[in-house]
C-alpha cells in the first residue's frame, strides 16, 4: 500500500498529512488529484453499467450483495481465517 500512495504523491495527486499525536499518516487528494478521481469514477460507473446490461433489477440487486460479501475481508465466514 505505501508503494502505492509513494507513486500516487509523487505524481502530485495526493499528499500525506501527519497526525497529531501518532505514526500514521492521512492520506489527502490534491487539486490535481481531484479530477483524475472523479474521471475514474465515471469511468468505473460505466464499466459497471455494462457489466449489469440485460440483467433483470432483482439481479443485479443479488450480484452487488453477493459481491459485498465477497469483498467483506474484515471478518472471515465462521469468524475463523480459511
Known amino acids: ?8 504523491e ?3 495527486l495526493v ?3 501527519a497526525r497529531p499525536g501518532g ?3 492521512e ?3 490534491t487539486a490535481r488529484g481531484r479530477p483524475v478521481l472523479e474521471r475514474r469514477d465515471e469511468i468505473v460507473e460505466a464499466i459497471e453499467a455494462r457489466l449489469v446490461e440485460g440483467l433483470e433489477p432483482a439481479e ?3 450480484l452487488q450483495a453477493a459481491l ?3 469483498g467483506n475481508l474484515e471478518e472471515p ?5 480459511g
Open 60 to 62: 443485479v440487486e443479488a
Open 15 to 17: 499528499t500525506r498529512l
Open 10 to 12: 509523487t505524481a502530485g
Open 68 to 70: 459485498e460479501r465477497a
Open 27 to 29: 492520506v489527502a487528494l
Open 1 to 8: 500500500m505505501n508503494a502505492i500512495v509513494r507513486g500516487l
Open 77 to 81: 465466514p465462521g469468524g475463523g481465517v
Open 23 to 25: 505514526c500514521r499518516r
